[in-house]
Structures are given as C-alpha cells and as structure tokens.
C-alpha cells in the first residue's frame, strides 16, 4: 500500500482581401474570390451507405527519409540512404510499418516531398515488382520543394518502388492511408491516358477542353464511379489553369476550383479525383494561352467507396467567413494565415459532403503568394503532422491535393509553415466510413511492441495485451474497464473525505459503463488512482479521458476544482493537474513551488461529453505539455515553470473530484474512458 502522506496532497505545422483577391484573380483566373458554403438553405446529403473494404486513415508516418534514416517511424533505416541519384531505383517497405497491416493491405495513399540538389528530375512510385511505367508522379525543378499525394497498389513484398530518372534529389515517404486488398477500389500501375506531346494531339489552346477516356485504362469503370487521375503541366505559354470535370457535365471553365495552376517554365504534378461522365471519359480544359497536359489514370474508386464532388469552396483567407449558423466553429477573419495560426473547418454537411458516414475528404488546398517558400497542412485530430499539402514558393500560386480525414465534431486543421500566405480549401470529395476520431497512427521508437508489455503496467481487458491492439496504434499501456468494475485502480480509502465513494454504472441515457463522482456542496475529495507505475524523468506518455460533466455541474466556479492531478510524492500541490473552473478545462499548478501557471485549455460545457488527451514529458524543472480537447490542439509544447516533475520526486496519477470546500453547489462526473499510451491514437478516448 502506499505512503498515507498522500492523504495530504493538494492539487506543435513540423508554417487585404479585397485588392489582393482582384491581382490573384487577374493572374490566375479561376481563383477569384468565391463566398464560403454554408449549410444554411442547402439539403444536407444523405449520409453515406457503409462499405467493406473502405479506407482506414492514419497518422502520417514517415517511412522513408533519404536524409535522415533515424526520422523515420520506425527507425527502419539504420543510416540515411543519401540523395537519390540519376535513373536510381529504391524499395521502400509499407506493410506493416505506420500503422498499416502486415497482411491485408491492398492501396495506400502517400505523401511524398521530393527536392533536387542538382538540376531538375522528376520522381514515379509505382508497385514493386511491377516493370515500372512511363508516367510522373512528382515533378521537381532546380532547388524547389515540392509535394504531392499517390495512390499507389502494394506490390512485391509489400513495398512500392521510388525511381529518380536525373539529377541528385532528397525525398521523404509518409503514409497517411490505406484500402484493404478486398476493397471495391480498383488501382495498379498508373496508365498514361493522355500526352498532348505525342500522337499528334498537340497542347490545349486558350479555353480549349479535352475529352480523355478512362474506363478499361486497367480496369472497367462502374456507373457512378470516381478516378483518380495524376494530372502533369507543362510547357505554358502564359499564367494559366487547368480544371477537370466528368465528361458532359458542367463546363470545367465554371467550376470553382482549378486543379492545376501554371506559369511559364513550370512543370508541376496534382491529384485529383473526378467523376467519370458520358463514354467512361472525364474532361481537361485549359484556360489561358497553350499548355501540355499528361494524365495518368491511378485508381476506380466505385460509389461505395467514395464520390468525388464539384469543387466547393469552405475556405477563402482574403475573405474571412462568419461561423455557420448551429456550429461551434469559430468564425474566420480575413487575411493571410500566419505561421503557427491553425484554422478549424467544418467539412460535414457542406459542399456536398454527406453530414455521416464519411471517413476523410479529398481537398484541393492552394497556397497563395507568399512572401518566401512556405507549405500549407492540412489534418484531421490530433497533432500537426510533418507533411504538407502543397509547397509554395515565394509569389507562387499552388493548388495541391490532400486526402484528410475528419476530425469527430466534422471538421479539419488548417495551418502554414514557413511565411504567411492567403489559402483556399475547396472540397473535391471524400471516402466512405467512420469518423476517424483518432486515426491509426504507429507505434513510435521505445515504445510497446506487440507481444511485449511495458513493465508496471496493468492490462487494458484482464488476460489481454494492450499494446495488440493495431487499432489503438501499438501503444496503449494501460486502460480502465468500467463494464467489470474498479478492477484497474488501487484501493485508496484515503482518496474519499467528505463525499460518497465512486460507483460504476452507465452514462445518463445510454449504456456505455461508467464511474460516477458525486460531490455534495461543502465537500472534499472522491479520488481514485489508476494501478500504474510511478511517473519519472524520461517518460513520454499520452493520457486520455472521456468525461461528462452532469447538468448543473459547477463548471464556472472561481474557486479550485481538481478532475485529474499527476501528484507528487509526498505533501503540497502537484506539478501537473486539470481543473474545471471559469467556463474551462485549466491546466495549472506549481503553487507550492512559487512557480504557479493556469493555462485555459478548451470550454467544459456541462451536459456534453467531451475527450481530453494531454501529453506529458516528464523531467525534472522541465519537460513539456501538449492537449487536446474533441481532437483539436488546444496547447503546444506548453513548460510549465517548475518542470513536469518536482526535483528528486516521482510522480503518480489521481483523477475523480478534489475541491474547495467553500464551493456549495452539488456536482457530478463521469468518466467513461481512461488511458494510458505512448501515441495519441492509442490514449484518444473511444
């Protein structure tokens, strides 16, 4: 048993509206200045049907880094590989590494940045083992980043294969997704389906569109179906645009959103997704002076497994919008989004979107103007990932094409690295499933391994090894079972002064098992401790909960009203704990070290269930702390001034009600998830 002193105890992206919308609408036509979507007025799609077979998005996880073997997710290069040399091959294993499946994966969707040191180069990622094709996936000029999405099939060994065809380039490799192998989705070796530079088809004039046929490229297109394309630019005799439609649909020229922006001397690469029209054909139009175009047709996505749309704007900087009428995202003012600004953007519902059934949606995201190279990221919950949608040089316009999944309250982050710059986000569609609340994400070095068991820890389900789990990520350590009890938490009578003891039931109008804490006015303390190791210096961890706040609950009290602590051994306030006061989550402490903090870290609204996640490195007068709140970054790389831990002390973790006395007013929580894990997807409560 433990010391009874502690009766005692108190309490990170990887970067003027209305003139500068005329300059990009008169440099890049296609691009002026269109109103934000709202719900308001318009039907909201039926939700989407669901699917076997459909698309499981991850936390981007880098697998291959030619500078730095050590960055990737699983250190699975012992040293950098290098740059890549002229016409060199490399193979770059994807199954059963970042959180996709050793068995069972048949697609994968990348994120692949390709820089030239030397000269320029173009780079193409196709399946292992398969004789690679003529086409371009990513096409790189002297010294300019660039970064693309491929959907690409697995091939031999699970590994697709990267070839440089000149020059000397760095790349790095980022999964962010994958189809299983019996998934309705249809891709393989990209097939070239147009080359305006060959066959005698000459380049696109001003205004001129093109019909390209798709179906039976490799494989025969059903009614209803999608295509992802990869569309290539070159050779423009002027600034310009391209944009791609179904055949006999609505004219490209009108459509929102250009899906690919050129200036003389460009060559630049985009995905997309478009739907297939009249004779199993899509349509390219070009909009200012002459420009060659190459599409190679990269997978079928049938209806089942996701649509594509007609561009539909949700975000335009040079404009702002107001918030939605009903939603709780905030309203975005006009201007350029500064480095380390994150924007949250409502997805479902809109443009086309259906309100469920939705796993991820396909964005075109485009970079504006700035004023030195910056990129421009865009994710789902969690924390930022080292990837971006597209890299804009200075005074550039880019369009890139991201496939994103969708945060639990519908929503996506938005944020710039690098220099400020104007964005526009339109939707272009999106992939059937289920929220992906926490998308799957790796296991990260140092942490459990499946078939092992950090040691101190106490399994999430008796008799069950929590770090099995691929869904949870390969890191949960530990986890409350509140449908069998209290089984995970010591005994601490201790804990209990002044209020009932805890009890286990469900959530108020569910089911879903809970444990209640009842706090009646004038009351104390009702604590439980997880039967978890001690907190010390180097650990790294994620801790997530579920909690629901009773109506009437006091959450605006001005007074201290501790939910969880991570309490020092020992007497006197911890260095860490989570407060609800003012309208707020509160992270503080440090009182008793003369170094006390209180950091509002997202509203605690009464009456709603919520999912808090909060990161903690520990060290002693250091360390750091990150939080989410319903999967949005609420804080980043937060130091508390009297560190994480207190010096020569470890640490353990509480959590229930401990508060004033003075506060008179009844309360009751209830937590219907808790856990302990090395990545944020394994603590994001479920």
């Given at each position: ?134 086409t371009s996936s990513l096409s790189l000029p002297p010294s300019d980043p660039v970064s693309t999405t491929i959907v690409t099939k697995l091939g031999e060994g699970g590994a697709v294969s990267l070839f440089n065809v000149s020059g000397v380039s760095d ?516």
């Amino acid at each position: 048993m433990r010391s009874r002193s502690r009766r005692r105890g108190s309490l990170a992206l990887g970067a003027a509206a209305g003139v500068l919308a005329l300059v990009i609408a008169a440099l890049v036509p296609g691009l002026a200045a269109a109103q934000e979507l709202t719900p308001t007025g318009a039907a909201v799609p039926a939700p989407a049907p669901p699917v076997r077979g459909g698309f499981v998005p991850l936390q981007a996880a880098r697998l291959f880094d030619s500078r730095d073997g050590t960055r990737v997710v699983d250190r699975g290069f012992a040293r950098a590989p290098g740059p890549i040399g002229p016409g060199q091959i490399l193979g770059v294993p994807v199954a059963g590494r970042g959180g996709v499946p050793d068995v069972g994966a048949g697609t994968v969707v990348l994120n692949v940045t390709g820089t030239t040191l030397f000269g320029s180069s173009f780079m193409t990622v196709w399946p292992q083992g398969a004789p690679r094709p003529p086409t371009s996936s990513l096409s790189l000029p002297p010294s300019d980043p660039v970064s693309t999405t491929i959907v690409t099939k697995l091939g031999e060994g699970g590994a697709v294969s990267l070839f440089n065809v000149s020059g000397v380039s760095d790349a790095t490799v980022d999964v962010v997704g994958w189809f299983p192998e019996n998934s309705p989705l249809v891709s393989g070796v990209p097939q070239r389906v147009l080359d305006t530079r060959s066959g005698g088809a000459g380049p696109l004039g001003p205004g001129e569109s093109r019909t390209v046929r798709v179906d039976g490229g490799f494989a025969p297109v059903p009614a209803g179906s999608s295509v992802l394309v990869n569309l290539v630019g070159t050779g423009a005799t002027e600034p310009t645009s391209v944009s791609t439609a179904a055949a006999g649909g609505p004219t490209p020229a009108g459509l929102a959103a250009p899906t690919l922006s050129l200036a003389p001397g460009d060559t630049l690469p985009t995905m997309t997704v478009v739907g297939v029209g009249e004779g199993g054909a899509i349509t390219v139009v070009n909009r200012a002076g002459s420009v060659d175009l190459l599409v190679d047709l990269v997978a079928v996505l049938p209806p089942s497994v996701g649509r594509s749309l007609a561009p539909a704007r949700l975000v335009d900087t040079r404009l702002g919008a107001p918030a939605a009428p009903g939603s709780t995202t905030p309203p975005l003012p006009a201007g350029p989004l500064a480095p380390g600004t994150t924007r949250t953007v409502a997805v479902l519902g809109r443009g086309g979107v259906p309100a469920e059934g939705v796993s991820s949606v396909m964005l075109t995201v485009t970079g504006i103007q700035p004023a030195s190279t910056g990129a421009v990221g865009v994710w789902g919950a969690g924390p930022p990932p080292r990837t971006s949608a597209v890299v804009v040089p200075a005074g550039a316009v880019r369009p890139g094409f991201a496939v994103v999944p969708v945060s639990p309250d519908g929503t996506v982050q938005l944020a710039v690295a690098g220099s400020a710059m104007d964005v526009v986000v339109d939707v272009v569609g999106w992939l059937s499933g289920t929220l992906a609340a926490a998308p799957i994400a790796p296991s990260t070095p140092g942490t459990t391994t499946p078939g092992t068991r950090t040691r101190g820890a106490t399994p999430a389900v008796p008799g069950a090894d929590p770090a099995a789990g691929a869904a949870d990520g390969g890191g949960l350590l530990w986890q409350a079972d509140f449908a069998t009890g209290l089984g995970q938490y010591r005994s601490t009578p201790w804990n209990i002064v002044g209020a009932p003891t805890p009890r286990v039931g469900t959530l108020p109008g569910g089911t879903k098992p809970a444990v209640a804490f009842t706090m009646p006015g004038g009351g104390q303390r009702s604590e439980i401790e997880p039967n978890f190791r001690s907190l010390r210096a180097g650990d790294d961890l994620y801790f997530g909960f579920s909690v629901t706040l009773a109506p009437g609950f006091p959450a605006d009290t001005d007074n201290w009203q501790v939910i969880t602590q991570w309490k020092n051994e020992g007497t006197g306030s911890p260095p860490l704990s989570v407060k609800v006061g003012k309208g707020e989550y509160l992270l503080d402490s440090g009182f008793d070290r003369g170094a006390p903090f209180q950091v509002p870290v997202g509203a605690a609204v009464p009456g709603r269930t919520q999912k808090v996640v909060v990161h903690v490195v520990f060290a002693e007068g250091g360390g750091t702390v990150d939080t989410w709140v319903d999967g949005r970054p609420t804080l980043t790389g937060f130091r508390p001034p009297a560190g994480t831990l207190y010096s020569g002390l470890t640490s353990y973790l509480k959590t229930g009600i401990y508060r004033n006395t003075a506060i008179g007013q009844p309360g009751t929580l209830y937590f219907d998830d808790w856990r302990i894990a090395t990545s944020y997807a394994a603590a994001y409560p479920r």
